[in-house]
Nanobody, 126 residues
Framework: QVQVVESGGGLVQAGGSLRLSCAAS????????MGWFRQAPGKEREIVAG????????YYADSVKGRFTISRDNAKNTVYLQMNSLKSEDTAVYYC???????????????????WGQGTQVTVSS
């Protein structure tokens, strides 16, 4: 089972940008579908973006479409979340998740993921 560690969170003003990184252990990273989720205080965890193992397909929640970009570098065992035009409502703890997925589908449901990081806090000040 792969282990994942997020980094790159922090405090940013509204309209600013941040790039989150998720580094995964193991030699089979390319067999994993990856996802970014977030959880704000008092709210349920929600998917932000997902990417299939090859990077050929991506998914975005409506709330972040056009502002966030998910990408991966299988040679570096890393998935990224570029976040632009940040809003106060983007404030949350962001989690990276991994699941072995040999098809090209994107995994969007939290319960399907096997491995989770500890989360990284993103705070957007207005």
């Amino acid at each position: 089972q792969v282990q994942v560690v997020e980094s790159g969170g922090g405090l940013v003003q509204a309209g600013g940008s941040l790039r989150l990184s998720c580094a995964a252990s193991g030699r089979t990273f390319s067999r994993y579908a990856m996802g970014w989720f977030r959880q704000a205080p008092g709210k349920e965890r929600e998917i932000v973006a997902g990417i299939n193992w090859s990077g050929s397909s991506t998914y975005y929640a409506d709330s972040v479409k056009g502002r966030f970009t998910i990408s991966r570098d299988n040679a570096k065992n890393t998935v990224y979340l570029q976040m632009n035009s940040l809003k106060s409502e983007d404030t949350a703890v962001y989690y990276c998740a991994a699941r072995v997925e040999l098809t090209l589908r994107i995994v969007t449901q939290a319960y399907e993921y096997d491995s989770w990081g500890q989360g990284t806090q993103v705070t957007v000040s207005s």
